[in-house]
């Protein structure tokens, strides 16, 4: 016989259950009406055991039957551990196998009784901060005038006029250039007054127009010198 908890780390937590796993063969002779019973060393607020896996459970007994040489069967048992059971002990399940006309064996394997509290947690390890923003490039400032307060046209592309071309006209020698006059007008003529200084010219022009009327006036006014040779004697 062999039996091992059905966990790998071998242990249980208050207010669950505690699985075993039992193994009986037999290796000389077939055995007979096999017969395996379970039991536990007294634990406080642990059940008591039973069959899970059997052809013919009873609580703690399990009616095998008859077992060839040579070949072994696997059986589970669970035990109940209540919620008040003490962290620290050990539920061990003791298993005993008897049948006709062979020799009963028995088997032992423990499961310890651990405490459900979690862990502490590990140190929270501090959160990487981002990585700074990458400074912008410094804007390149417009060059400095030099000290002799170079002129700014040349930043500006050259402009020249170039001579227009016309097609022949009917009887024009081919290859002749004609060129054609263009009429300049000033700016005084399309606005004789600035809007900016549109008040200083309109007292100028209010000064000339009194101006004229004064010497005008004056020159209505003035009498006239008599004429020699018009006049009567005794004047």
């Known amino acids: 016989m062999s039996v091992q908890p059905f966990s790998s780390k071998a242990r249980v937590h208050p207010g669950r259950t505690a699985t075993y796993v039992i193994w009986v063969w037999s290796t000389r002779a077939d055995a007979k009406a096999v017969t ?29 039957g008859d077992l060839p040489r040579g070949r072994a069967d696997e059986l589970q048992a669970r035990v109940r551990v209540h919620k008040a059971a003490h962290p620290g002990r050990h539920v061990r399940l003791t298993a005993k196998a008897k049948a006709t006309g062979v ?78 006059a263009i009429k300049a007008t000033p700016a005084a003529d399309t606005l004789p007054l600035n809007p900016r200084l549109i008040g200083g010219q309109l007292a100028g022009l209010v000064v000339l127009a009194a101006a004229i009327t004064i010497a005008i006036a004056r020159l209505s006014l003035r009498p006239q010198r008599p004429q020699d040779g018009n006049g009567s004697s005794g004047d």
């Open 103 to 180: 020799t009963t064996a028995s088997a032992t394997g423990s499961v310890k009784i651990v405490s459900t509290r979690a862990p502490a947690s590990p140190a929270a390890s501090p959160t990487p901060s981002a990585p700074p923003v990458p400074a912008l490039p410094p804007v390149p400032l417009a060059p400095a005038a030099a000290p002799g307060g170079t002129s700014p046209a040349g930043l500006f592309p050259t402009v020249s006029p170039q001579p227009s071309t016309s097609p022949a006209s009917g009887g024009a020698v081919l290859g002749r250039r004609h060129s054609r």
């Open 36 to 64: 395996v019973d379970v039991a536990i060393r007294h634990v406080k607020r642990v059940g008591a055991p039973r069959f899970t896996v059997c052809p013919n459970p009873s609580g703690a007994t399990c009616a095998l």
